[in-house]
């Protein structure tokens, strides 16, 4: 089994930065999707990028588009996302996921995701 381990969140002021890390222990080869997703108080889980380990192209969310970035360190098992411009609609809990699939996409939420991390919090103040 895979497991997932999330670090990097924070409390920062809007306009800040943060950098999500997300390491793969059991497992990390080509045909993994991994995301990141979060999930605010009193709201539904939300998918935030995802990336598919064996290449092509990354897929976000609209609200995040231009200011956050995915991507993988291959060797080092480990996952990023980069987050830039941070808007206190940002204020979430932030989790690491990964399935088995060519289909790579947040559009579900996650409900087709299989391996989950801790999650981590980040918090952004205006």
């Known amino acids: 089994a895979i497991q997932l381990v999330e670090s990097g969140g924070g409390s920062v002021q809007a306009g800040e930065s943060l950098r999500l890390s997300c390491v793969g222990s059991g497992y990390y080869g080509d045909h993994n999707c991994m995301g990141w997703f979060r999930q605010a108080p009193g709201k539904e889980r939300e998918g935030v990028a995802t990336?598919?380990?064996?290449?092509?192209?990354?897929w976000y969310a609209d609200p995040i588009k231009g200011r956050f970035t995915i991507s993988q360190d291959y060797d080092a098992n480990t996952v990023y996302l980069q987050m830039n411009n941070l808007k206190p609609e940002d204020t979430a809990v932030y989790y690491c996921?990964?399935?088995?699939?060519?289909?790579?996409?947040?559009?579900?939420?996650?409900?087709?995701?299989?391996?989950w991390g801790q999650g981590t919090q980040v918090t952004v103040s205006s």
């Open positions: 990336l598919y380990t064996g290449g092509g192209s990354p």
């Open positions: 996921a990964a399935h088995r699939s060519t289909y790579c996409s947040g559009r579900r939420g996650g409900s087709d995701f299989d391996y």
